[in-house]
């Protein structure tokens, strides 16, 4: 940094030109970053003391969609303009322990899950991958191989905590072909339009407040003959399956939480956003309403898990 006293000479002047400038993003990533660690959206990703919980920076125009002044947090009625935040202590909470969570939660199945949505992701070299709500990285260490050298992958989540998370395991994983974006799902604020061939989002839309508006954010953002892949729970097929799985989530999960994370309050909201996320036909006809064309949807696990997959044409 120049001491302002000095003079300034031509060594250390400044050259806006020289800026690296992301192909997705409305503004430069700063100087000099490294491939595969750049960090985004004003003066990008943060250390957060411990015990705190990082505050979400919304874009402009998030919560403006079709949602009224009051929501739903799992069973609980709250502003819809403070949903956003408590969503945010739920993973901040949770982030250091989600990925074994997930494993005890799943018995492992969660991993076929996303295998499933790979497959049906169509991904190929040299393409852009937006993984949004991405959290610790899953799908975009995938992506990141299959699109290689030529391609590009970003990875975002509007909770500080986990994208850390994921930063950290990706960059561990030699992925230099990835960027990390703080990024709120309503508005997709950063991204430009037609920016991605491929769009995934991953057991993250049933906690976005304005659903609608994500849907139409991720249209705007997805290039022209591109897809949309929406991995959420949905709801049994079975109804005897249904009651047992009912049983199982607000018993077992609770207090899976409670010992491995020290969270069971965290583990009971998951449990209840699960039942209030739309089922499979209701989300269906929402990505047909924000454009989407040819949408289909695939149950797993008898449907608690549905794969949901729209085109831009």
């Known amino acids: 940094m120049s001491n302002e006293n000095q003079q300034p000479t031509p060594e250390v002047e400044q050259k806006p030109s020289s800026d690296k400038v992301s192909p997705f ?12 660690q750049q960090q985004t959206l004003q003066q990008g990703l943060t250390s957060t003391p411990t015990g705190s919980v990082p505050k979400y920076n919304l874009p402009r125009g998030a919560n403006t969609g079709n949602v009224g002044e009051t929501t739903h947090f799992g069973y609980q009625t709250v502003s819809s303009d403070d949903k956003a935040q408590k969503v945010a202590e739920v993973f901040h909470s949770v982030a250091s322990k989600y990925d ?3 494993d005890l939660m799943s018995f492992g199945i969660h ?28 799908l975009a260490k995938v992506f990141s191989r299959e699109v290689g050298p030529q391609g590009h992958v970003v990875l975002s989540d509007i909770n500080e905590s986990m994208l850390n998370v994921g930063r950290d395991r990706l960059i561990d994983a030699g992925c230099t072909n990835v960027d990390f974006v703080l990024a709120n799902a309503e508005t997709l604020e950063p ?10 989002i991953s057991f993250g ?4 407040t304005d659903k609608d508006a994500a849907l ?21 097929v079975f109804e005897p399956f249904s009651k047992l799985y009912d049983f199982y989530s607000f018993t077992a999960l609770p207090i ?11 583990y009971k909201y998951l449990a209840e956003s699960i039942r209030m996320h739309p089922d499979q036909r209701t989300l269906k006809g929402m990505m047909e309403n924000a454009g989407f064309q040819s949408c289909d949807y695939h149950n797993l696990t008898g449907g608690i898990v549905a794969v949901h997959r729209g085109f831009k044409l």
């Open 256 to 266: 899976m939480g409670k010992l491995v994370a020290n969270d069971a309050e965290s």
């Open 100 to 102: 074994i969570m997930n």
């Open 216 to 236: 139409q954010a991720m249209y705007r953002v997805l290039k022209p003959g591109g897809r949309l892949l929406v991995l959420e729970f949905s709801k049994p």
């Open 205 to 208: 839309l049933r906690n976005v």
């Open 111 to 138: 991993r076929l899950w996303k295998r499933f949505a790979i497959n049906m992701s169509g991904v190929r070299r040299g393409q852009h991958v937006l993984d949004i709500a991405g959290g610790t990285g899953d």
């Open 25 to 36: 993003l409305s503004s430069p990533l700063p100087q000099g970053t490294p491939q595969g």
């Open 191 to 200: 991204f430009a339009d037609n920016s991605f061939d491929l769009l995934t």
